[in-house]
Nanobody, 127 residues
């Protein structure tokens, strides 16, 4: 089973930027779809961004569209999440997800579509 290791989280002020990385033990192309999720204390895990690793198609939650960018580096087997114009409400643990279970692309931000998760990296945005 593929292993995922996130990094790049930290504490920033509102308006700042962070780039999260997810090191993947396997070939990104074979994983078909990967995604980033976030979970704040007391809240459910929610989809942030997803990418079709074959076609390059991307999708975003409305709350981050225009601020965050998901990308992949096939040579480095790494998934990225560039986070710009950060807001205090972006504060959460961020998780990388793989193990696409199939289904419609429209469900790519649903946690149930993935069966492999990293350990998470904390993002804290202060006002």
């Amino acid at each position: 089973q593929v292993q995922l290791v996130e990094s790049g989280g930290g504490a920033v002020q509102a308006g700042g930027s962070l780039r999260l990385s997810c090191a993947v033990s396997g070939n990104l192309y074979n994983l078909r779809v990967m995604a980033w999720f976030c979970q704040a204390p007391g809240k459910e895990r929610g989809g942030v961004a997803a990418i079709d690793t074959n076609r390059g198609t991307t999708g975003y939650a409305d709350s981050v569209a225009g601020r965050f960018t998901i990308s992949q580096d096939n040579a480095e087997n790494t998934l990225y999440l560039q986070m710009n114009s950060l807001k205090p409400e972006d504060t959460a643990m961020y998780y990388c997800a793989a193990g696409w279970t199939g289904g419609m692309w429209s469900e790519s931000l649903a946690p149930r579509q993935y069966n492999t998760w990293g350990q998470g990296t904390q993002v804290t945005v202060s006002s």
